[in-house]
């Protein structure tokens, strides 16, 4: 229940916050595009897309509610966010956080994230090189770090989870039991791979059953809850 709690209050906040709209680079109903290689305040829109060009940095917030956000590569920004709509960083952007409410995240390679990767209904991305200074979680939707570090915890309700190509979580990897409100609530066991060279320095905290694949040589600081380490599958190869 308490990521349900948190994520209520994550997304009443985050819908307020994105209709209260600034005068700078605003729109209602019309898409906002910061071109490449300048400097912006802000941008933010209601019924539209927004697009930060390559190199370009945006001292403000890159937001809207219905519709999605592109932040082309080496672009500089604060927060993005969305409540209808995908996110999608390119490579070699810094950022504060990334949140959305129903879509998906997807971060591209040597990424800066000073903050947090927050979903309630879509699948996280990640890619070799990113370094997100706090914690990566979902409710529903599969979460994939690839060769990421994250500083925090990885936490999800429903989704499947690949901590795979050598990736550090510094904190715990959390599967929480589903609440009483009807998201994540599928019998349907989730997949927990902790692939070759990647390590989990906190432990695998699991509040219900998962199906768990940890690499003979991936580090992991325990599992507990549901299941123990002798629940888990040890494989050799690549993936299980």
């Known amino acids: 229940m308490a990521k349900y709690m948190t994520k209520t209050v994550f997304t009443v906040g985050l819908l307020i916050m994105l209709l209260s709209v600034p005068a700078f680079g605003a729109s ?25 060009g390559a190199d370009a940095v945006v001292t403000g917030d890159v937001k809207t509610v219905n519709g999605k956000v592109h932040v082309d590569s080496g672009a500089t920004i604060e927060e993005a966010s969305t409540v209808n709509g995908s996110l999608k960083i390119g490579k070699n952007v810094s950022s504060r956080s990334l949140s959305t409410v129903n879509g998906s995240i997807k971060v591209g390679e040597s990424c800066e994230v000073d903050g947090e990767v927050e979903a309630v209904n879509g699948g996280i991305s990640v890619a070799d090189g990113t370094k997100i200074d706090r914690d990566v979680s979902n409710v529903n939707g599969t979460i994939k770090l690839m060769g990421a570090e994250v500083g925090g915890d990885v936490s999800t309700v429903s989704g499947d989870v690949y901590v795979i190509d050598g990736t550090v979580v510094q904190g715990d990897l959390l599967i929480e039991k589903p609440g009483g409100w009807g998201w994540g609530k599928s019998k349907r066991k989730p997949r927990v791979i902790v692939g070759p060279g990647s390590s989990i320095e906190g432990v695998i905290d699991l509040e219900r059953e998962v199906e768990l694949f940890i690499s003979e040589t991936a580090s992991v600081g325990g599992v507990k809850g549901e299941m123990s380490m002798d629940d888990a599958v040890r494989f050799s190869g690549n993936k299980p």
């Open 28 to 52: 209602v109903n019309k898409s906002v595009k910061i071109p490449a290689g300048t400097e912006a305040g802000g941008a933010t829109s209601v019924n539209g897309s927004v697009t930060v």
